[in-house]
């Protein structure tokens, strides 16, 4: 007899596997839509499996090629199914229907499980409430639906050109890169590369971003995402009109025009109302949450060209919630084969190299370095591995075959300390490094950025993770004291640091830690940083937004640095001009031929 319960239906499993057998139009939509997990009964999951497989394997799904590839009982099952007069073709969409129910309530019931456990071993709600909202976003791939485009209620937020009425003036609230010598030296941004904008407060990283995006949905018709944790949909879409247009943002934002810019308006909206860019404003936002959104924007644009997120920082404030972030998106520009874009905030460290450029004064280049979250120790520095050795991170850097070590990690929760896998260690380049000291004499060379492990009094013995340039002279920092044997219940404490000392440039090596992201070193916790996942960065700094008298300035000139890149040169830079009030970004020096993309 077949189980039929609210979490198993066999009869619907045969159905399935029955229909896939008989119509290829069914096997092609089951292959994209579900998986050996969507059933339960062991034996249908290995006929299923073998279908799969055969599939895969560009075999063509015959009787004869299934039942050769089963063992004799499944085979002798699989026959007993193809004979089953009572399942209809035609009933085959109810059938996934109710597959997937099935799943979903068996998946439920398990996460169900999984919170009672938690809520069992942890004391942070937050944590068990965090963990619960993931599984089910990524098991149900459905969130609140803030994604809208460009074009959607345009008249809410600008006046119709066929309709001006100057009486209803009011106050309102709201992949090439489009540029010649970015594309030059850069050759466009791959399929599933992960590129980092960065730059301090507004310095047009943001305006970069967006005016690339329009570009592409505007000029070339290729759909993408934007999603804007920083600011409102109305303001995005504003900016975005203003730079489509050329009319001045707070005029248009005031709906106070005059009949060249109504005319300019009239001219665009159509385009405006139809271009396929999507603006996301969802806060709170988790990766669940963001692969659950591009799979929404997939859905509508099969073509997605690129997804973008303004900024990183504010879905996650320590390092360890910005290095989980990081990873997440990286795997999801590889999951989808999209390239992503994250704009990200610059340490204040380069505040302090300020530096006269053309009679003004400029920010100073931005260093890998002042990535926040970005970190990196000095090749002598001795990772501590699960089996009891110490080896110097350089030379686990020079090894010929990257292959995971296993190393000790922690978590801020607890003191114990766990056994994972460090995947990769690797070169940095050269960075001022800092001698730390402890008073019971342990060392460690680290760059400004690096962050440590720390006693916080202020949250009473919870730890928290705070850069080299942010430690001072008594601060207690977390050490690891394990026994000889560096056993599992090795446990942390804290040492006072006696001295921080600047030592100057040095050859400097970091590592990732999938899981937990961070490792002994000298006997420190340290953390792993983000600065490996970008395939390519761009540093944006710009001249001041006023003038000495104290006004702003309609033009700023802004440089942006190629600083990273994996599958070119780095290390140029290309001038442009900032004009905020058409919220436009400019090209000093551009062959005569080229035209400006709006």
């Not at 209803?168 to 050759?187: A, E, H, P, Q, V």
């Not at 025009?257 to 603006?279: C, Q, T, W, Y």
């Not at 960075?431 to 440590?452: C, L, Q, W």
């Not at 792993?528 to 001041?544: H, R």
């Amino acid at each position: 007899m077949m189980v039929e319960t609210a979490f198993i239906s066999e009869s619907t499993e045969r159905a399935i596997i029955y229909c896939i057998l008989n119509d290829e139009g069914c096997l092609l939509k089951i292959m994209e839509e579900i998986s050996v997990n969507h059933f339960n009964s062991s034996i249908n999951k290995t006929i299923f499996s073998c279908i799969f497989d055969l599939f895969t394997e560009g075999q063509k799904i015959i009787n004869t090629n299934v039942t050769s590839s089963l063992p004799e009982k499944e085979s002798t099952y699989f026959m007993e199914i193809l004979r089953d007069k009572s399942i209809n073709i035609s009933n085959f969409n109810e059938y996934l229907t109710i597959l997937k129910n099935k799943y979903l309530v068996r998946q439920s019931d398990i996460i169900a499980s999984t919170i009672k456990k938690e809520a069992r071993e942890y004391n942070t709600g937050s944590v068990i409430i965090n963990n619960a909202f993931e599984r089910f976003n990524d098991l149900l791939n459905l969130t609140t639906n803030n994604t809208n485009l460009l074009g959607s209620n345009i008249f809410d937020l600008i006046p119709d050109p066929d309709n001006y009425d100057e009486s209803k003036i009011r106050n309102i609230i709201g992949l090439s890169s489009g540029f010649y010598n970015i594309d030059k030296y850069t050759c466009g941004f791959p399929e599933g590369s992960y590129v980092t904008i960065a730059g301090r407060p507004s310095s047009s990283k943001t305006l970069f971003l967006r005016q690339m995006f329009i570009y592409n949905a505007c000029s070339l018709d290729i759909p993408v995402l934007l999603i804007s944790v920083d600011e409102p949909e109305k303001l995005v879409k504003l900016k975005s009109i203003s730079t489509i247009t050329g009319i001045d943002f707070n005029r248009l934002k005031r709906g106070e025009l005059d009949k060249g810019e109504l005319a300019s308006l009239k001219k665009h909206i159509e385009r405006i109302k139809e271009m396929p860019f999507l603006i996301d404003t969802t806060p709170n936002l988790n990766i669940a949450m963001i692969r659950a959104k591009i799979k929404k924007a997939l859905y509508r644009y099969p073509n997605l060209g690129a997804v973008g997120i303004d900024y990183v920082q504010q879905l996650g404030v320590t390092n360890e919630e910005l290095t989980h972030i990081s990873m997440g998106i990286k795997n999801l520009g590889l999951e989808f084969n999209i390239p992503f874009f994250i704009v990200s905030q610059l340490s204040r460290s380069i505040e302090n190299r300020k530096i006269e450029r053309d009679d003004t004064k400029w920010d100073s280049q931005p260093l890998l370095s002042d990535l926040r979250g970005s970190g990196c120790l000095s090749g002598g520095t001795f990772v501590y591995l699960a089996n009891g050795n110490r080896i110097s991170i350089k030379e686990l850097a020079e090894r010929k075959v990257q292959e995971p070590i296993e190393v000790f990690a922690t978590t801020k929760e607890k003191c114990k300390m766990f056994v994972t896998k460090m995947s990769k260690v690797f070169y940095s380049g050269k960075k001022d490094v800092y001698r730390i000291e402890t008073f019971d004499g342990r060392k460690i060379k680290a760059s400004a950025n690096h962050p440590f492990l720390m006693f916080n009094f202020s949250t009473k013995f919870l730890s928290a993770w705070k850069r080299v340039d942010e430690l001072k002279v008594n601060d207690f920092v977390s050490i690891f004291k394990g026994e000889k044997s560096y056993s599992i219940y090795s446990k942390r404490t804290w040492e006072r640091i006696k001295s921080i000392t600047k030592i100057g440039e040095e050859d400097v090596y970091d590592a990732t830690v999938p899981d937990y992201h961070n490792f002994v070193a000298n006997g420190f916790i340290v953390h792993n940083s983000i600065e490996q996942d970008s395939d390519k960065i761009l540093f944006i700094a710009a001249e001041p937004a006023k003038t000495e008298d104290g006004n702003f300035k309609k033009e700023r000139k802004v440089r942006v640095w190629i600083s990273k890149q994996r599958d070119n040169i780095a290390g140029v830079y290309i001038d442009m001009i900032s004009i905020g009030n058409i919220q436009t970004m400019q090209e000093m020096i551009v062959p005569e031929k080229t035209t400006l993309p709006f």
